[in-house]
């Protein structure tokens, strides 16, 4: 007769000679060995917890290097109204601004390209309004975040938009070499202005900048910028 061909791993083993149970005290299939992972995770504690501190001195001191507060003060506030108004007073002309950032961006900050612009909706009525002045608002700034404005409430009176033209009148400071100054003419000796109405109501003509004619000999023209009629209002000129 044929004899049966034995199974690998002799006599006594049977049909199931595959990876022991756990009840043989073996690792069941599939299973990651739990004291290997222990190993693991406990191995070189010392290093893990050194460079986790080390992160933590990482982060901190990015933290720190980022959050450099400073502020500045005098920055313009803009006020931008609807088409056909114009804002007849308002209670700040200029704000103080608290920047946020990396104290090398923070002291690039050039305060003459910063000003704080609120536009107003075109909805806009006469009369008083209060608005609310926020970070956002911060135009020109560059790699800092604003983070606060001072005050952060302004209040805002609107009136109509108008023109109207009024002639422009020069005057002259110092005294030339000789003789006395005959005259001064502006050219264009017109202009038109742009604004509130009331404020247009209450303006009767505009001065060009002061002709310095100290120790002048002979007649001279010279280029003169028009001037505000006061300094509670600028009108479009």
């Given at each position: 007769?044929?004899?049966?061909?034995?199974?690998?791993?002799?006599?006594?083993?049977?049909?199931?000679?595959?990876?022991?149970?756990?009840?043989?005290?073996?690792?069941p299939?599939?299973?990651?060995?739990?004291?290997?992972?222990?190993?693991?995770?406990?191995?070189?504690?010392?290093?893990?917890?050194?460079?986790?501190?080390?992160?933590?001195?990482?982060?901190?001191?990015?933290?720190?290097?980022?959050?450099?507060?400073?502020?500045v003060?005098?920055?313009?506030?803009?006020?931008?109204v609807?088409?056909g108004?114009?804002?007849?007073?308002?209670?700040?002309?200029?704000?103080?601004?608290?920047?946020?950032?990396?104290?090398?961006?923070?002291?690039?900050?050039?305060?003459?390209?910063?000003?704080?612009?609120?536009?107003?909706?075109?909805?806009?009525?006469?009369?008083?309004?209060?608005?609310?002045?926020?970070?956002?608002?911060?135009?020109g700034?560059?790699?800092?975040?604003?983070?606060?404005?001072?005050?952060?409430?302004?209040?805002?009176?609107?009136?109509?938009?108008?023109?109207?033209?009024?002639?422009?009148?020069?005057?002259?400071?110092?005294?030339?070499?000789?003789?006395?100054?005959?005259?001064?003419?502006?050219?264009?000796?017109?202009?038109?202005?742009?604004?509130?109405?009331?404020?247009?109501?209450e303006?009767?003509?505009?001065?060009?900048?002061?002709?310095?004619?100290?120790?002048?000999?002979?007649?001279?023209?010279?280029?003169?910028?028009v001037?505000?009629?006061?300094?509670?209002?600028?009108?479009?000129?």
């Open positions: 007769c044929r004899r049966g061909a034995a199974r690998p791993g002799g006599p006594g083993r049977g049909a199931g000679w595959g990876p022991k149970s756990s009840a043989d005290g073996g690792v299939a599939g299973r990651p060995d739990e004291a290997g992972m222990n190993h693991g995770l406990f191995n070189n504690a010392g290093l893990k917890l050194l460079a986790l501190l080390s992160a933590a001195v990482s982060w901190l001191a990015i933290q720190e290097a980022i959050s450099f507060e400073d502020s003060a005098d920055i313009p506030l803009e006020i931008r609807g088409e108004w114009a804002v007849l007073r308002q209670s700040e002309r200029a704000v103080r601004v608290t920047f946020k950032g990396a104290q090398d961006e923070i002291r690039k900050l050039n305060p003459k390209q910063l000003r704080v612009v609120v536009e107003l909706n075109t909805n806009s009525t006469a009369g008083s309004i209060e608005l609310v002045v926020g970070a956002e608002a911060v135009r700034a560059r790699n800092v975040r604003p983070v606060r404005v001072e005050p952060d409430r302004v209040l805002v009176s609107l009136d109509r938009e108008q023109e109207k033209k009024v002639p422009v009148q020069s005057r002259v400071v110092g005294k030339p070499y000789a003789g006395e100054v005959e005259s001064v003419v502006c050219e264009p000796a017109v202009v038109t202005l742009r604004g509130p109405a009331q404020h247009l109501r303006t009767e003509w505009v001065y060009a900048e002061s002709v310095d004619v100290e120790g002048r000999v002979e007649g001279f023209s010279k280029r003169c910028r001037l505000a009629p006061s300094d509670t209002w600028t009108p479009i000129i």
